[in-house]
């Protein structure tokens, strides 16, 4: 059992390039999402998703898009990268709803520290 | 929006306890989590209360005042591994965000 699996896990983009932050998840769980970390900022949420199909913004969604084609994908891609989104960005799972003795916990991937110069 | 208001630091010595308080303002909650987190790491699920009262896990307690919008992680018997960020997260909405608190860094000095 992988849990939440994100690629690349270090990347230095130049100003303008654009690319794709991979996340897959293998517990079959409907909710889906990305968050950035920056110092003294906590965690903060980008996009999200509740299914397949399904996306909507978070609380920083500008330079960011999302797609969700299937239950375990959630590709968080950069159009033109900027030297403001230098951070580290974590990918999370979690059901949408408590299944017997499992709540709503949020499983996190090891993240991706990504600098943008 | 949502508010989540948490100490920034925290010091401690090993095998004392520690109170770490965490106070919010939402609509639609739906569960309050608390995750640790290790310099370079990422975060790991501590405790969860979606109903009043304390829930105790081992040496960590968590307990949750939904009038209040108020909660606080306790650990007991601390030691130098707890040295981390502690993370307070809601989750409100009909969608179920998580939103987090800026985290709590604890250190325990020996």
């Known amino acids: 059992n992988a849990g939440v699996t994100q690629t690349p896990k270090f990347q230095v983009l130049k100003t303008g390039q654009s690319m794709t932050l991979q996340c897959a998840q293998d517990?079959?769980?409907?909710?889906m999402s990305w968050y950035r970390q920056d110092p003294g900022m906590g965690l903060r949420l980008i996009h999200y998703?509740?299914?397949?199909?399904?996306?909507d913004q978070g609380e920083v969604p500008n330079g960011y898009n999302v797609s969700r084609s299937t239950t375990e994908d959630f590709p968080l891609r950069l159009l033109s990268a900027a030297p403001s989104q230098t951070s580290v960005y974590f990918c999370?799972?979690?059901?949408?709803?408590?299944?017997?003795?499992?709540?709503?916990?949020?499983?996190f991937g090891q993240g991706t520290r990504l600098t943008v110069v | 929006g949502q508010n989540i208001d948490q100490p920034t630091e925290m010091t401690a010595t090993e095998g004392a306890i520690v109170q770490i308080n965490c106070t919010y303002q939402?609509?639609?909650?739906?569960?309050l989590f608390w995750y640790q987190q290790h310099a370079g790491e990422a975060p790991t699920f501590l405790s969860y209360?979606?109903?009043?009262g304390l829930e105790e896990k081992g040496r960590f307690s968590s307990f949750l005042s939904r009038s209040k919008g108020y909660s606080y992680l306790l650990l007991k018997e601390l030691q130098m591994k707890d040295s981390a960020s502690y993370l307070c997260?809601?989750?409100?909405?009909?969608?179920?965000?998580?939103?987090f608190g800026s985290g709590t860094q604890l250190t325990v000095l020996p």
């Open positions: 517990m079959n769980h409907e909710y």
């Open positions: 209360n979606v109903l009043d």
């Open positions: 999370a799972s979690s059901y949408l709803s408590v299944r017997g003795s499992m709540n709503t916990e949020a499983f």
């Open positions: 939402t609509s639609g909650f739906n569960g």
């Open positions: 997260a809601v989750r409100s909405g009909s969608a179920r965000q998580l939103t």
């Open positions: 998703s509740v299914g397949a199909g399904i996306t």
